[in-house]
């Protein structure tokens, strides 16, 4: 939007986000902000607004913890007095949920869509959810991913028999976020496959920025899975893909960060 308004003729003065780290894409920042010459203040907030008959300016503070921030290379610009005439404020995303919901679908508290298998397939035998229904994503690539599941999982619903459509939750593998880890989609696997084939991709956030930190998931109590990740942050969705023979052996699939191993 800040780039968006600079092309059309404003002059953006700053973004403003009260969190540590961009919520955004790294190339959004570069290419919609760093490229037009906007700055952007990490840990500040809007605390002022001033005009009568419209917006005639804005009082930016500083919003973080100075003990917990000391240090991490965001700076405090203090309080800052912007004269301006237009304030845009983002409240951020959650998923189109009203049609499930409406529904009788089970909703996960932290992803605010349905819980669903590895064929996407919601609480409710029959109905399928995937894209921004599901979670909010980053890029249509992965939502695209998420349709051909959900599509695979309806098709071989429909060729099933009433009887094949009732998973045994005695072979259900739920999956769980561990430390650093913000949720995962999806909640739960089905051993063996109702729906699906044997790739199981698990999406999922990381609640804060971590640099050369270890992705690691465990099946039980055994190590499947280390990657060595340069970064994560919270604005950009993370994926890993698993072979259902993997998950044979554990009551649950965790997937947390690891620092400094």
């Known amino acids: 939007m800040a780039r968006r308004l600079t092309l059309e003729g404003a002059d953006v003065l700053a973004v403003v986000e009260i969190n540590p780290f961009s919520s955004g894409l790294t190339r959004n920042i570069v290419q919609c902000l760093d490229d037009y010459g906007i700055p952007l203040y990490l840990n500040h907030t809007v605390t002022r607004i001033e005009g009568r008959h419209r917006v005639e300016s804005v009082t930016v503070s500083y919003a973080g913890d100075q003990k917990l921030n000391a240090g991490d290379g965001i700076s405090n610009a ?24 409406g529904l009788g679908a089970t909703i996960d508290r932290a992803t605010k869509g349905p819980v669903v298998d ?43 028999t009433e009887k094949e459509h009732k998973p045994d939750k005695k072979n259900t593998l739920p999956t769980k976020a561990g430390q650093g880890i913000g949720y995962i989609v999806p909640q739960h696997i ?71 191993q």
């Open 78 to 101: 203090g309080d800052m007095h912007i004269k301006c005439d237009t304030l845009l404020l983002s409240v951020g995303l959650i998923p189109e949920n009203e049609l499930t919901e």
């Open 118 to 160: 590895d064929s996407m397939e919601t609480s409710i035998p029959g109905i399928f959810a995937c894209g921004n229904v599901v979670q909010v994503h980053d890029l249509v690539d992965h939502v695209t991913e998420e349709s051909r599941r959900a599509a695979q999982g309806a098709a071989a619903y429909l060729k099933k």
């Open 190 to 260: 089905n051993m063996p496959a109702i729906h699906r084939e044997d790739t199981i991709n698990c999406s999922f956030r990381v609640k804060a920025v971590y640099k050369e930190a270890d992705l690691v998931a465990y099946c039980g109590e055994k190590e499947i899975r280390r990657i060595r990740k340069k970064i994560m942050t919270p604005g950009e969705m993370e994926s890993l893909t698993f072979k259902r023979e993997e998950l044979s052996e554990g009551n649950a699939l965790t997937i947390e960060v690891e620092v400094g």
